[in-house]
């Protein structure tokens, strides 16, 4: 069975670097089955994507974040990353580390989710 | 504010049926079959109901079900049971490689 662990510093301050962690177990993240993404959810608000890479290296990232943020994958560890810079306090969130199923057009929806870690950027 | 809306809140008394409506625009909901819905109960992670605008995942009840029309989705779910109460949300392919979710409908069993 699929699972996802995030990991990473729960506090930060303004202006730092965010970088998260997903470890995967029930799958290998160097094969075709899945992709892999980012996804967050900022206190009383809806869900936001964030990135997504396949075991290719193919990456994409959403528009409004894609200037700060970096997705990547360690396939020796079977864990995938995320590296999101200069920090703001619109940047608190729980952030859920997803895989993402392939259908045919490629990417599809978001069938396994990791328990979410709350992230806070405070002075 | 979010791409995709969805109403806020909705009720149903168990036993009933309600319909969670996802309006989005011809850039999304409406030029791919690529809808997805999720139930969300606080402090747990996500999970995926409906994929592919009407299609449920392996162990997804039949009690839940998605269908569209032009650029709207709806999620419809049968039988309420308490279990049901959660937040869902509602998510589209947006071209470009992007996705995009609506603001979320927090669903309440009477």
């Known amino acids: 069975q699929l699972q996802l662990q995030e990991s990473g510093p729960g506090l930060l301050k303004p202006s730092e670097t965010l970088s998260l962690t997903c470890t995967v177990s029930?799958?290998?993240?160097?094969?075709?089955?899945?992709?892999w993404g980012w996804i967050r959810q900022p206190p009383g608000k809806g869900l936001e994507w964030i990135a997504s890479?396949?075991?290719?290296?193919?990456?994409y990232y959403s528009p409004s974040l894609k200037s700060r943020v970096i997705i990547s994958a360690d396939r020796s560890r079977n864990q995938f990353s995320l590296r999101l810079n200069s920090v703001t306090v619109a940047d608190t969130a729980v952030y859920y580390c997803?895989?993402?199923?392939?259908?045919?057009?490629?990417?599809?929806?978001?069938?396994?989710w990791g328990q979410g870690t709350m992230v806070t950027v405070s002075s | 504010q979010s791409a995709l809306t969805q109403p806020a809140s909705v009720s149903g008394s168990l036993g009933q049926s309600i319909t969670i409506s996802c309006t989005g625009t011809?850039?999304?909901?409406?030029?791919?079959?690529?809808v997805s819905w999720y139930q969300h109960h606080r402090g747990k992670a996500p999970k995926l109901m409906i994929y592919?605008?009407?299609k449920r995942p392996s162990g997804i009840s039949n009690r839940f079900s998605g269908s569209k029309s032009g650029n709207t989705a709806s999620l419809t779910i049968s039988g309420l049971q308490g279990e049901d109460e959660a937040d869902y949300y509602c998510?589209?392919?947006?071209?470009?490689?992007?996705?995009?979710f609506g603001g979320g409908t927090k669903l309440t069993v009477l």
């Open positions: 592919e605008d009407n």
């Open positions: 011809s850039s999304n909901v409406g030029s791919y079959n690529l």
């Open positions: 890479i396949f075991y290719t290296g193919s990456m």
């Open positions: 997803v895989s993402q199923r392939v259908g045919p057009r490629g990417a599809d929806a978001f069938d396994t």
């Open positions: 998510c589209s392919y947006a071209g470009s490689l992007t996705w995009v």
């Open positions: 029930g799958d290998s993240i160097g094969t075709s089955g899945h992709w």
